[in-house]
């Protein structure tokens, strides 16, 4: 099925934090047969302010949790591709995406920025209508061209929601869909590049997706950014974003007109006009101060200058990289700060190539100066009995922000710029015990060691869902109150691709008969459920800040993976929340 929304993504050199002129180089894009390993990932999902999206769905695979409070979402040791996919959606937002590569036994972390998709004008499907937006962008539709989603008629009104993304900003890596890999004419992977790219979305005034009309186009002109102009070709195929699958799709092509592309679209995609070029796979690792690093720290950026192409790409936790780059062609390897104080700081730089095959490259090793203010955190996670936690995760705040790092055998380690020179907080969690430390707080130093941390408190936030035989336990849940309604809205994610979310029809004590809610929650027969139906009893509700608390009893129906098999559980449960 098409999806009713556009994403015109128009050719070579998309900018990342890399610096000007930049495209993506993402690892391990072209799987002929995907291997398959058991990784983890972690991510958070903000919004174009980068403030955490909450409650917002999340699909690797056939799995769907929801994000936290605090935007983040983590699925543990899942079985996945090794060229993996995962996608997210929310109600007011475009929806995301991101391709990535796991390395087997490892954590990749990910960042996903969900584009606000604000109406900017409406007009009536029989008289069609113009929009300019910002930057220069526009899109134009011919009368009578708008039909339902599924192709039958549709007269009326029609609301236009879009967002353009240019290529001289630096969040365009984790605002675009995907990553820039496509299947050409000739059913061959290929990288491509991109001249900037546009979302949009249209609805009828009931809130219904609507479509291009069949045989019907719709025109999208886009400016060619200043240091862009002198290299974009005439003629340059065009995209399409297959969202099932993750990739790119060749279908069509776009024309250079003065300072823009023009291109017509027959439906609503998301669309990418771009240069594919062949390309082989460079793969290596980076040592800093010693260690192998993660990719939180640095950015990886392969040049070829021949083809004024750049790419970037991040790191998998192990401090490994590995890509396609142009075959044949001289490139320069540069690795950059993807999180400094002020603008990306130059660590290394080398000349490489040309390859005409596959290449791992020897380990590079490199300094980072204390002038940049970067900062390692380290420690341990221990039981009430001294022992290593299992389970574990490290919250880690300084200032306004906040980073989750999960723990191997208790131990963690986390580097991060700390530009203002804030102390630092870490909280330890340990799902298996449902216990949590108590806050932990030191001066900024550039190694900070935190040493043994007790998790040994009783959680201050919970939920909590008791089986026979198994407990599925949330930690750090969102508690939202509705005014408007009078309803709380409750979730939270866990470490084994579980979530919950529910909404309680009331915000006074009382009892509830809950309708509306989603959940995984591992009860012990497949990865996906649904409550079939649940009472909650409202015990305390403060006020904002506070907390409000309950218990919960029903029952849970679970599914096994890849049949329509399932099993009823039937379960209680408690919670403890601080209001938002």
């Known amino acids: 099925m098409k999806k009713n929304f556009l994403f015109l993504s128009l050719i070579t050199l998309l900018l990342i934090s890399c ?49 936290n409070a605090f935007g983040t979402f983590y699925f543990k040791d899942r079985v996945m591709s090794s060229d993996a996919y995962v996608s997210v959606s929310k109600s007011g937002y475009f929806h995301g995406s991101r391709r990535y590569y796991p390395s087997e036994g490892k ?7 969900l584009l606000n998709d604000t109406p900017v004008g409406m007009f ?35 609301q236009v929601s879009a967002k353009p993304l240019y290529t001289d900003d630096d969040d365009l890596f984790e605002k675009m869909p995907g990553d820039l890999v496509g299947i050409n004419g000739d059913n061959q992977l290929r990288a491509l590049g991109s001249f900037g790219m546009i979302a949009v979305e249209l609805k009828s005034a009931a809130g219904e997706l609507l479509q291009i009309a069949e045989g019907k186009t719709a025109r999208i002109e886009f400016p060619i950014v200043d240091d862009q102009r002198n290299t974009a070709p005439s003629q340059i195929p065009l995209w399409y974003f297959n969202e099932e699958s993750g990739y790119w799709v060749e279908e069509g092509e776009a024309t250079k007109s003065g300072d823009q592309y023009i291109a017509e679209v027959g439906h609503f995609s998301f669309w990418n006009c771009d240069a594919p070029f062949p390309l082989v796979e460079l793969s290596g690792s980076i040592v800093i101060d010693g260690e192998f690093t993660s990719q939180s720290i640095v950015r990886v950026c392969i040049t070829a200058p021949g083809l004024n192409v750049t790419r970037g790409a991040s790191i998998n936790q192990d401090g490994t990289f590995s890509g396609k780059v142009p075959k044949n062609e001289p490139l320069v390897l540069t690795i950059k ?3 400094g104080c002020t603008e990306a700081i130059e660590l290394y730089t ?43 995760i490290a919250r880690v705040e300084y200032g306004e922000s906040t980073y989750y790092v999960v723990t191997e055998d208790g131990a963690f380690s986390y580097g991060f710029f700390n530009c203002a020179l804030l102390p630092i907080t870490i909280t330890g969690f340990d799902y298996g015990n449902e216990k949590e430390s108590l806050p932990v707080t030191l001066p900024n130093l550039l190694d900070l060691n935190f040493g043994t941390i007790e998790v040994c408190e009783a959680l201050s936030n919970f939920i909590r869902f008791e089986f026979e035989t198994d407990t599925t336990i949330f930690i750090s849940p969102n508690a939202r109150w509705n005014p408007n309604s009078g309803s709380i809205t409750i979730n ?63 029952v849970y129906e679970e599914y096994e993976a ?14 403890r929340i601080e209001l938002e």
């Open 19 to 67: 610096g000007k002129d930049v495209d993506v180089f993402e690892p391990n894009p072209l799987p002929p047969a995907p291997s398959s390993v058991t990784a983890s990932i972690f991510g958070i999902v903000t919004d174009e302010m980068g403030d955490p999206v909450p409650d917002a769905l999340v699909q690797l695979n056939s799995e769907i949790i929801t994000t």
């Open 107 to 113: 954590t990749t972390n990910i960042e996903i920025v």
């Open 124 to 158: 009536e499907s029989s008289n069609g209508g113009e929009f300019e937006l910002e930057g220069g962008a526009s899109i134009t539709f011919p009368v009578d061209a708008v039909t339902l989603a599924d192709g039958s008629a549709y007269s009326g009104t029609v």
């Open 337 to 339: 700060t993807s999180d």
């Open 350 to 392: 080398a000349n490489i190539g040309p390859f005409s095959e596959d290449v791992e490259l020897n380990p590079i090793e490199i300094t980072l100066a204390p002038v940049l203010n970067f900062m390692v955190i380290t420690g341990d996670l221990v039981d009430c009995d001294g022992n290593p936690v299992e389970e574990g």
């Open 492 to 554: 939270g994610s866990g470490p084994d691709s579980t979530f919950i979310y529910m909404d309680i029809p009331g915000d006074i004590p009382g009892t509830y008969n809950v309708t509306s809610s989603e959940a995984s929650l591992n009860a012990g027969f497949g990865p996906w459920g649904t409550i079939n139906s649940m009472e909650v009893i409202v015990t305390y509700v403060g006020g904002v800040g506070d907390f409000v608390t309950g218990s919960m009893n029903g």
């Open 562 to 575: 890849g049949t329509q098999n399932s099993m009823t559980f039937p379960f209680t449960g408690a919670f």
